[in-house]
């Protein structure tokens, strides 16, 4: 094979994986600083600032965990993090947690942030 063509390879096969961390790095800035509610595998659902994330794994500050929760309209967690929390929801203490075995990150509306922060905390 000729020398020139194997180093355009090499140099096309560097750029593609150059190409491919940037979009992971900017993919994993997603919601960073932001208010998010997280679904864990084994940890259930919790909600808080966005620290860090790296995979499936991601640090909450000002964290709640959302033991029973029912959106103020809809059913589905989706909702919460649109709608906000009903009275009725059982939200825990505001702490700082790192989470493993995230299923999903969804953004929170001002309204739905307001309505976790403000819900007293259930049994202490």
Not at 88 to 116: F, Y
């Amino acid at each position: 094979m000729n020398n020139e063509l194997i180093l355009e390879l090499l140099k096309m096969a560097m750029r593609s994986s150059t190409d491919e961390s940037s979009k992971d790095e900017k993919e994993d800035n997603f919601a960073i600083g932001s208010y998010v509610i997280v679904r864990c595998r084994d940890a259930g659902v919790h909600a808080g600032v966005l620290v860090s994330k790296s995979g499936r794994s991601c640090v909450l500050k000002e964290s709640r965990r959302l033991w029973y929760w029912k959106a103020k309209r809809g059913s589905f967690l989706s909702a919460v993090a649109k709608y906000g929390i009903d009275d009725n929801s059982k939200v825990g203490c505001e702490i700082d947690i790192e989470l493993t075995e995230n299923c999903e990150i969804i953004l929170c509306s001002k309204d739905s942030e307001k309505s976790i922060r403000k819900q007293d905390s259930h049994n202490e």
